[in-house]
């Protein structure tokens, strides 16, 4: 793979995830991305950076794909939906970071850092990139279902990039304005976040909680063959950060499993054990790895333990995408970009 040369699209390249994966893709060590941004119209003539290379966003149109060979879809659900078609009339593989195509037949869910759910194959039209909070909750669970899990309770708490720029000024804008006593925006949320904690959002919000939930269970379940979504419980809390994706996991063992053994299996490769300081929204910003920290706790059925857990969903998803990515351009012709 070395050397080997790819053209990619990014989709909704002005939007944080697309920055995100931008960014990602430039710092690619086993490939060089010939890269093209794309975006809305309004987006279109602005000026991106991707590692040490300026970039300019162009304005998104059916003919944007000619010579893609990988399209990936970091914007909104609409754009998703408006735009795939062609860049599979075109001949790209395509990676859906939106979730807009889930459902669609020939339509996998992956995270190939799991072992569990399908393998694109050539029948396959495109790839959703699993949710990162289902893919921190599934780490664990591969993790430790050969040690006799039986339970897994999650309660997650979701940071305002889940809702891209938007939902990251309005939380800004909402603290602005109760420090200075002015009425709080509420045009995503619709309800106060900032300095709160909620369960659910306004009726009027751009986003639900229990959809994102039900996303977040749905590939949980995929990539762990199904297995999991009978033994998790999960619950979805909107908390006033910016970025990052925290969880309170408690996982209960049948029979004696001891501390020790957790701490080896939840211990290597993406995932990182800490003891000090806590794993914090801060402290996993801009990094690759998950941070996890574990306590004993008691249970009547067997072995018990809290996991407190910390990832950057921005790096995490657009890390994941790019594997999904790999794994689509692997079944292609190998003849690249001159």
């Not at 959002?201 to 996303?215: F, I, M, N, P, Y």
């Not at 925290?246 to 800490?274: K, P």
């Not at 996991?307 to 079944?331: G, Q, T």
Request: proline share 4%; charged share 20%; net charge negative.
């Amino acid at each position: 793979m070395a050397g080997r040369k790819l053209r990619g699209a990014v989709v909704g390249a002005g939007s944080l995830l697309g920055k995100e994966l931008a960014e990602e893709l430039n710092r690619a060590k086993n490939v060089v991305w010939d890269l093209t941004l794309l975006d809305a119209a309004e987006a279109g003539g602005q000026i991106t950076a991707a590692g040490d290379e300026a970039l300019v966003i162009q304005p998104i149109s059916a003919d944007s794909f000619a010579g893609i060979d990988v399209a990936f879809f970091a914007g909104d659900e609409a754009t998703t939906a408006s735009f795939w078609k062609a860049a599979h009339a075109a001949g790209a593989s395509i990676v859906d970071l939106t979730g807009a195509l889930e459902g669609q037949p020939q339509v996998l869910v992956r995270a190939p850092s799991i072992e569990g759910s399908a393998v694109p194959d050539l029948a396959t039209v495109a790839v959703v990139s699993a949710h990162p909070a289902a893919v921190m909750l599934a780490l664990v669970y591969a993790r430790l279902q050969p040690l006799g899990l039986t339970r897994m309770a999650a309660t997650m708490l979701q940071p305002a990039s889940e809702c891209g720029s938007a939902g990251v000024e309005e939380v800004h804008q909402q603290a602005v304005g109760l420090l200075t006593f002015k009425p709080l925006k509420k045009d995503i949320y619709d309800t106060q976040v900032a300095f709160n904690v909620v369960a659910s959002l306004g009726d009027a919000a751009k986003v639900s909680l229990e959809t994102v939930r039900a996303k977040i269970s749905r590939h949980l379940g995929v990539l762990s063959g199904g297995v999991a979504a009978d033994t998790m419980t999960l619950q979805l809390i909107q908390v006033p950060v910016f970025h990052g994706y925290t969880a309170s996991v408690f996982l209960e063992f049948m029979g004696g499993v001891e501390e020790s053994a957790v701490r080896v299996a939840l211990d290597g490769g993406v995932l990182q054990l800490l003891d000090e300081p806590s794993p914090s929204n801060e402290s996993v910003a801009g990094e690759d790895e998950i941070l996890l920290s574990i306590t004993t706790t008691k249970s009547k059925e067997g072995s018990a333990f809290w996991v407190w857990m910390a990832a950057d969903n921005l790096r995490l998803a657009a890390r994941n995408a790019v594997a999904c990515a790999m794994e689509l351009a692997d079944l292609r012709p190998t003849s690249g970009v001159n």
